[in-house]
């Protein structure tokens, strides 16, 4: 399933400065329900985003109308615990584009990539910027550039470059999944097995 281009981004960001997130507190398990990516953006951090009547936590940032933008900037160590795919699906339904964070778990990471979300690993110090300038000002922007593999804080100027697989990089720019990927060198693929 192709996914949207990545090449620039810039938005304002959505700060969840909690450690430690696992997949579970992403999308409860009682959400698995279903195999098809669509709908798991509703129950997002569900069991911090509602209370047990099913309404808004007004104390939780997804319900706070002063944040908003296609980028989660969250606090060290996002996405550990179980490898359920769901939780990069739901951040990516939700609208998200983009994560950042101090540190991710590996799973999570490469789930992400897999469907369209650019997880950027930046140092602890440049995160604790980011969240301080979005505190001052909550229309505090970041640029994300896949190609200079660059994330700017545009308040500050300030740079740090991330890392990512150059197969995943142009899958992202290009909007490909894996089997977009083999489906795009499908001539190549038939052209190989003819020669052999």
């Not at 969840?16 to 329900?33: G, M, S, W, Y």
């Not at 997804?62 to 990069?88: C, P, Q």
Request: a negative charge; aromatic letters at 12%; charged letters at 25%.
């Amino acid at each position: 399933m192709a996914y949207d281009k990545f090449n620039i981004l810039k938005s304002t960001v959505v700060p969840l400065p909690t450690e430690n997130v696992d997949t579970d507190q992403i999308i409860p398990a009682r959400f698995l329900k279903a195999t098809e990516r669509e709908g798991f953006g509703d129950n997002l951090f569900r069991d911090w985003r509602y209370d047990s009547e099913g309404n808004p936590k007004a104390d939780f940032v997804l319900n706070d109308a002063t944040y908003s933008g296609k980028v989660l900037v969250a606090g060290k160590n996002f996405g550990s615990g179980s490898s359920r795919e769901h939780a990069a699906w739901a951040i990516y339904d939700y609208g998200f584009r983009c994560v950042v964070s101090s540190f991710f778990a590996d799973i999570f990471k490469n789930n992400s990539l897999n469907i369209g979300i650019l997880p950027v690993t930046v140092t602890p110090e440049f995160l604790d910027e980011i969240f301080a300038e979005v505190e001052k000002d909550p229309s505090t922007e970041v640029e994300v550039d896949i190609s200079t593999q660059t994330i700017t804080l545009l308040s500050t100027g300030r740079s740090e470059s991330f890392d990512i697989n150059s197969y995943k990089k142009e899958n992202m720019k290009n909007g490909f999944d894996d089997i977009d990927y083999l489906l795009n060198i499908k001539e190549d693929i038939v052209a190989f097995e003819a020669s052999k």
